[in-house]
Structure formats: C-alpha cells, structure tokens
C-alpha cells in the first residue's frame, strides 16, 4: 500500500475468513488484538485492523530487508561474526523482554523466519513478526498447548505435566538459545528429528 499525502509504503495483510474454523478464526483476532497493543521499535508495528463478512485485513509496516534466516544463509559458512550476532541477540532480548515483562505476553513461536529485516541494508533493524500463537500470560501462569516450531520448542512444552504446571513465558528463552547457536556456528544444535 501507499500513502500518496505522506510518501508512505505499508504492508496489507489479508486473511481469507471464508471457510475457517471457529477456533482458527478466534486466533486470528487474539493475533490482531494482540499486535494493535504492542509498540515497540523491534516488533513490526500494526497500524489499523479492517474486517469485512469474508477477510480481516492487517496495515502493517513494510519489512523490506526479508528474513534472518535467509540472511544467515547468505553468509560464509552460513554464520554471522560474533559482534553482528551479539547486536541481533541484543535486539531479540529487547523485544522479549517488552513482551514478557510489560505486555505479559508469550510469542511462542520464535524462529529465525519470525525474525524480519526493515530493509536490505546492512544495518537495518530486526522486528519479530507472526504473532499467531502468542498468548497472553502473566508471570505466574502456565499453560499446556503444544505449540511453536519443533527445532525451537522447549523441552518443557513437548511435556503434558511439566512440574504438574505446564509451561510459562520462558520457552520464548529458550527459542533464543536455539536462535543464538544459529546465529554463531550456523548449524542446529539438536540432534536431527526424524
């Protein structure tokens, strides 16, 4: 999208309602409402919500540069140097810590494809995106769902009755372990998942 008046660009997106499940279509208005309440210079920022009988459309900030993922894998030997790794880590924490201390909310998906560029240049801005299986937690409360992207799900979250609790906001933590090792040797440090 672009705004003529101010020299603009936005990113629209549009999920298609037609045919979703009630309960799908309820995470994706929890995604939205979560997204209209977080204002923060490493999150991608939600301008306005539309809903119409058939779609919800999202105006969001236009994230050029692509994902870190594939700026990771554009690297020698697939991994950053340490310092440019040290400032993405830095960035991530940021963020997370906003959502967990100040929003009480769990991203549950943190991955290096949820980690977005602003633009291509070399020292553009991270933003986390898809905040499509977020929950809104507070400090004391667990929850049991298995969610996430299995190279970065915590052990905890694979367990139905983790210490008789679940699990809390700090799989996000160990989502950015995964993402870390990532980032500085370029390889998985799981064992491969059949």
């Given at each position: 999208?672009?705004?003529?008046?101010?020299n603009e660009h936005f990113a629209l997106k549009t999920i298609n309602l037609l045919g979703i499940p009630t309960v799908a279509r309820e995470r994706l208005i929890t995604e939205s409402l979560i997204l209209a309440?977080?204002?923060?210079?490493n999150i991608v920022k939600l301008y306005e919500i539309y809903e119409s009988e058939s779609a919800i459309y999202l105006v969001m900030e236009l994230l050029s540069g692509g994902e870190l993922f594939d700026r990771l894998m554009a690297q020698p030997e697939h991994k950053f140097p340490e310092e440019y790794a040290c400032k993405i880590v830095k960035d991530i924490l940021n963020a997370i810590s906003y959502l967990h201390d100040y929003k009480n909310i769990a991203h549950r998906d943190l991955k290096l494809s949820n980690i977005v560029f602003t633009d291509s240049s070399p020292d553009a801005e991270i933003k986390l995106i898809d905040f499509g299986l977020s929950k809104l937690m507070t400090t004391s409360e667990y929850t049991h769902s298995l969610v996430g992207t299995r190279n970065y799900i915590a052990p905890e979250?694979?367990?139905k009755d983790y210490q008789g609790s679940g699990y809390n906001k700090g799989c996000d933590m160990w989502?950015?372990?995964?993402?870390?090792y990532f980032l500085l040797t370029g390889r998985n440090p799981l064992p491969a998942q059949d």
């Amino acid at each position: 999208l672009f705004r003529s008046t101010t020299n603009e660009h936005f990113a629209l997106k549009t999920i298609n309602l037609l045919g979703i499940p009630t309960v799908a279509r309820e995470r994706l208005i929890t995604e939205s409402l979560i997204l209209a309440r977080l204002h923060h210079q490493n999150i991608v920022k939600l301008y306005e919500i539309y809903e119409s009988e058939s779609a919800i459309y999202l105006v969001m900030e236009l994230l050029s540069g692509g994902e870190l993922f594939d700026r990771l894998m554009a690297q020698p030997e697939h991994k950053f140097p340490e310092e440019y790794a040290c400032k993405i880590v830095k960035d991530i924490l940021n963020a997370i810590s906003y959502l967990h201390d100040y929003k009480n909310i769990a991203h549950r998906d943190l991955k290096l494809s949820n980690i977005v560029f602003t633009d291509s240049s070399p020292d553009a801005e991270i933003k986390l995106i898809d905040f499509g299986l977020s929950k809104l937690m507070t400090t004391s409360e667990y929850t049991h769902s298995l969610v996430g992207t299995r190279n970065y799900i915590a052990p905890e979250v694979y367990l139905k009755d983790y210490q008789g609790s679940g699990y809390n906001k700090g799989c996000d933590m160990w989502a950015l372990g995964i993402i870390t090792y990532f980032l500085l040797t370029g390889r998985n440090p799981l064992p491969a998942q059949d």
